[in-house]
Antibody, heavy 118, light 116 residues
């Protein structure tokens, strides 16, 4: 079916930066769009960003536009998100997910926790 | 973009049936939604997609036959029959919305299912 595994989370001060990575395996990475979805502690799911198959088209939720940048390396079957100017409200578990051909998120990782705090 | 509304919680007895509701905002009658299951401490899991005609495409991997969907008007329903302990989870509905070059994905607030 395929797997994804996130890494790179941690504690960062407000205004700081962090880069999350997602390693994909057991599926044809270049065939699928990919996305990041986050979940603040005790809260629901929030879509963050999506990237198309060749990386030429990206979409972001308004709250992260200009601060977060999604990218992918198809040769390494990896997805990334560079998060700059981090805010306390960005504290969440960040999930990497595959976008199936219908637009649903059909493969999810276990998530990586990002804590923004002084 | 659509707003998806879900009741925050519900409960059902072991072996019983329960129907979870996701309601689309007005004007989005023809939208399909995706159902996701999130067990405590785990990442979400795709369940299936539903439109007004019922299931769209295939169920997610490992989703048992006890799970089914239906749709009518603005409501997209997930029904679980013969509820098991492992069904105790948060359930989210989600939808994508695109106009031109602008695409967004939205989620409902989630429904916590407690198995009694």
């Amino acid at each position: 079916e395929g797997q994804v595994a996130e890494s790179g989370g941690g504690l960062v001060q407000p205004g700081g930066a962090l880069r999350l990575s997602c390693a994909a395996s057991e599926f044809s990475f270049t065939t699928y769009e990919m996305a990041w979805v986050r979940q603040a502690p005790g809260k629901g799911l929030e879509w963050v960003a999506t990237i198309n198959r060749d990386g030429s088209e990206k979409h972001y939720v308004d709250s992260v536009k200009g601060r977060f940048f999604i990218s992918r390396d198809n040769a390494k079957t990896s997805l990334y998100v560079q998060m700059n100017s981090l805010r306390v409200e960005d504290t969440a578990t960040y999930y990497c997910t595959r976008v199936n051909f219908g637009g649903a998120f059909d493969i999810w990782g276990q998530g990586t926790m990002v804590t923004v705090s002084s | 973009q659509p707003v998806l509304t879900q009741p925050p919680s519900t409960s059902a007895s072991l072996g019983a049936s329960v129907t979870l509701t996701c309601t689309l905002s007005s004007g989005f009658d023809f939208y399909k939604v995706d159902w996701y299951q999130q067990r405590p401490g785990k990442g979400p899991r795709f369940v299936m997609r539903v439109g007004t005609g019922g299931i769209v495409g295939a169920k997610g991997d490992g989703i048992p036959d006890r799970f089914s969907v239906s749709g009518s008007g603005l409501n997209r329903l997930l029904t679980i029959n013969n509820i098991q302990e492992e069904d105790e989870s948060d359930y989210y509905c989600g939808a994508d919305h695109g106009t031109g070059s602008n695409f967004v994905w939205v989620f409902g607030g989630g429904t916590r299912l407690t198995v009694l």
